[in-house]
Structures are given as structure tokens and as C-alpha cells.
């Protein structure tokens, strides 16, 4: 079993819709949690981190988080073709104090006009 | 603000030959990490430092691989004896100390071994 899990995708969606993308994790100690978009050929870019069990938002994007289930999700509301991208989901490993972020394969998203 | 910054973005080497790579943070971040990605897949962990104290490395980081922080400000990763697998994209990232502080990457080192 991988660390963290997400589904490769692609995962298509059509212009305004609402996107939706999963992952997993199986370190139950797992504190932190951060959502990494990434274009093709470019580094990965930070969107939103969570820390706490429930919602967070930050314009058209909100992150969700459930410990008992060790599942955090990401939903982009008004997907825009801009948002095409693929889109990693990273867990901070072990103590609360380590630096090590373990990715999974990342989802890819196709937003169509 | 000027974000983390990576030299050179691209590097075209035989198989053999040494490699050092350079990476500057972001200035107020004191913890710095590195990360080696290869297609289709998520970053990988390789190490990472706080100040100029290496706190963790990967079992990735065969004994070919070495990375310092000398002065607690701009990194290197040095590779040596280059081989095939080492091609990939070798990302580098900054973030305030403390556990789960956002990572912030560069744009990367991408490594092509001939």
C-alpha cells in the first residue's frame, strides 16, 4: 500500500463545473496536509494546506479533511480551463516536527470549455 | 518577496560526470528541502536542512548524492558518477521552521544523463 494514494485521473470536467479530487493516506499519525498544483513542465505550486478535521476555503477552492477516515480532498468550484493541471496531495510524515512531505502521483485534471 | 531560486533550470551531462546543483531560499525560510520527481510520478523525498544542520536523509540518497547548506543559506546537491536513473527533475523547497509549515518549491533543476 502506498503512503498516499490518488487516483491518476484523468479526471475531466466541464467549464463551471465543480471538480473534485481524492486522496488517501495511511499514517494515522499524519498531522499535516497540503494540496500542490502542478503544469506540465513547471515546479509544483502551493494552494492550500489543513491541519484540522473539516473545511477549509480559500476562494474557489476547499480543502476537506477526515482524520477517522485518513481522507483529505480537494473541490475547485467554477473549474476554469486554466485550472487544467495536475493536482498532488502531500502528507507531512511522521512527528509533528519533521520536514518530509510524501506525495502521491498526483490526479490530472482536464477542464473543458 | 522573492521566491526560492534554482540554478541551472537545465543541465545536460554524460553519464560519469559530476553534477552540482544550487538552490537559494526564500530569505526568512530557515528550513530548506530537496526532492527529485521523475514523470508521471509525485515528488520524492531526498533530505532536508534546518539552518546548516542536515536533520534527514533519504535512503534515496545513495552515497553518490550529497547535499549541504554551509552557511545556513543557499544550498548544494552534488552528484557524482551520474548514471541513467538519475535523470529527473530535482526540485528544491523553503519553509519557516517548525513542523507542517508550508513547503514552497523553485522551478526546479531538470537533469538529462546522455
Known amino acids: 500500500q502506498k503512503e498516499v494514494e490518488q487516483n491518476s485521473g484523468p479526471l475531466s470536467v466541464p467549464e463551471g463545473a465543480i471538480a473534485s479530487l481524492n486522496c488517501t493516506y495511511s499514517?494515522?499519525?499524519?498531522?499535516?496536509f497540503f494540496w500542490y498544483r502542478q503544469y506540465s513542465g513547471k515546479s509544483p505550486e502551493l494552494i492550500m494546506f489543513i491541519y484540522s478535521n473539516g473545511d477549509k476555503e480559500d476562494g474557489r477552492f476547499t480543502a476537506q479533511l477526515n482524520k477517522a477516515s485518513q481522507y483529505v480532498s480537494l473541490l475547485i468550484r467554477d473549474s476554469q480551463p486554466s485550472d487544467s493541471a495536475t493536482y498532488l496531495c502531500a502528507v507531512l510524515h511522521g512527528s509533528s516536527n519533521t520536514g518530509k512531505l510524501i506525495f502521491g502521483q498526483g490526479t490530472t485534471l482536464q477542464v473543458k470549455p | 518577496d522573492t521566491g526560492v531560486s534554482q540554478d541551472p533550470r537545465h543541465k545536460i551531462t554524460k553519464r560519469g560526470q559530476n553534477v552540482t546543483f544550487r538552490c537559494d531560499p526564500i530569505?526568512?525560510?530557515?528550513?530548506l528541502y530537496w526532492y527529485r520527481q521523475t514523470l508521471g510520478q509525485g515528488p520524492e523525498f531526498l533530505t532536508y536542512f534546518q539552518n546548516e544542520a542536515q536533520l534527514e536523509k533519504s535512503r534515496l540518497l545513495s552515497d553518490r548524492f550529497s547535499a549541504e547548506r554551509p552557511k545556513g543559506s543557499f544550498s548544494t546537491l552534488e552528484i557524482q558518477r551520474t548514471e541513467q536513473g538519475d535523470s529527473a527533475m530535482y526540485l528544491c523547497?523553503?519553509?519557516?521552521?517548525?513542523?507542517?509549515?508550508?513547503?514552497?518549491f523553485g522551478d526546479g533543476t531538470r537533469l538529462s544523463i546522455l
Open positions: 523547497a523553503s519553509s519557516h521552521p517548525g513542523g507542517g509549515q508550508p513547503q514552497h
Open positions: 530569505s526568512e525560510h530557515n528550513r
Open positions: 499514517d494515522r499519525g499524519s498531522q499535516s
